[in-house]
């Protein structure tokens, strides 16, 4: 009985790292690349994108408007969301 014991928790203990790896994979698939980042940056301020940066959490895109001015917003890597650059990184 004690083999069957041992041999049923080193299956547990082989398998519980591939579950955590499934649930990153999935959770990886779930945010947005940096090329979907670029063009919702796009979209948003209208202009050219000059540099796509990348925190934990999300994208931060620099564009260049019509008028010359560069803007910088942030892309939320989960949410796809666009906001102002703020200074504070994830």
């Known amino acids: 009985?004690?083999?069957?014991?041992?041999?049923?928790?080193t299956v547990l203990l082989l398998i519980a790292p591939l579950s955590q790896q499934a649930a990153a994979?999935?959770?990886q698939a779930q945010q947005i690349d940096r090329s979907q980042a670029a063009t919702k940056a796009q979209q948003h301020e209208k202009g050219r994108v000059l540099r796509v940066d990348q925190t934990r959490t999300k994208y931060r895109v620099k564009v260049l408007k019509k008028n010359g001015r560069v803007v910088s917003v942030d892309v939320d890597k989960k949410t796809g969301k666009v906001q102002p650059a703020t200074d504070k990184d994830n």
């Open 1 to 9: 009985m004690n083999i069957v014991k041992t041999l049923f928790l």
């Open 25 to 27: 994979v999935q959770e």
